[in-house]
């Protein structure tokens, strides 16, 4: 049956679903209404100013304001190399946190600068945030392709300090890329340091393996250990760290030797003077050994050789 006006109002059914439907539409009328009236307040709050936000106030008051001013407030607007200063500015003023946030700030506007990751990471390390420092340094690696090998050490490096976060495997892999894209001194004591880690906690061929690496990697080391006496404190550090891994090396040798039944009246122990030869260079006091060490040492099994060798070069000094 077709439906037209009058059967409608003939049929009872059809009534009550008149009804029904009238009640639906004048509900859906008044809810319309609300959201109306609901919208037209809202847009009035809307219209309210809101504070602008300044988004370098971070890098404000530390020393560099001479720089954010000579360019600007307009981030966008800035240069490469505009942001590689700043960071060399908070750098030159020992402002770690600063320059990491410089550097953050730069990469949002240059992700694929090899520079910024670089010196994000470095000053990431100075803080001893080493799990974040590996987080970031492990992106910085799918974003660009290093032309140095910087950034691969760094990340070995702060992968000692966060073991939990990083295997030595994954480690040794970073430090000898890095070494393929030219040896620099740093690369090579981070190498010197990983293959220590491998040794210490292994035995047989792959505790063999890992302390005939070292003393390759050492003895390319070598010329780098008359940097000390330029009186830098990070180098002394370093330099001081060779002379802390030649002791413990040479009593792992020894272990190895023994095992192959090796040791004779001709094996003379190696003895290493890099330890006094670098406190001038650190220039440290007795009460601060602990944290010197803990800047020299980032394996902890090394920690309490460390502190022995300190403290004797101390007191004979």
Known sequence: MTV????????????????????????GLALFASAFWTSQSTGCRSTQSTPRVDPISPLRGGGCDHVLREHGSSLASWQHDDWVNLTACFERQDD????????????????????????RGYHLIVLEEYDQAVIDLRVALQAVTPTDGVMENNLAWAGLFASDRMTLSE?????????????SCEAYHTAMWVEYAI??????????????????????????????????RIIGFEVAGAGILDGEMH????????????????????RSDLVARSLGAMNIARTEVDLA??????????????????RAALCGR
């Not at 730069?106 to 010196?119: I, K, M």
């Open 293 to 310: 060490c803990a800047d020299i040492a980032p394996v902890t099994a090394a920690l309490p050789a460390c502190r022995k060798a300190l």
């Open 171 to 183: 480690a040794r892999r970073h430090i000898y890329s890095s070494l393929n894209r030219g040896g």
């Open 96 to 119: 770690h946190r600063r320059a990491v946030t410089a550097a953050s700030h730069g990469l949002s506007y240059y992700p694929q600068s090899e520079t910024l990751h670089n010196t």
């Open 199 to 232: 040794a210490s906690r292994s035995s047989g061929t792959t505790r063999d393996n890992a302390i005939a690496a070292y003393n390759d990697v050492r003895a390319k080391y070598e010329p780098c250990t008359s940097r000390v006496d330029r009186g830098n």
């Open 4 to 27: 037209t006006p009058r059967s409608i109002l003939r049929s009872p059914t059809l009534i009550v679903a008149l009804m029904i439907s009238a009640g639906i539409a004048i509900l």
């Open 251 to 270: 009593k792992l040798t020894m272990v190895q030797m023994f095992e192959r039944n090796q040791i004779d009246e001709g094996f003379a122990p190696h």
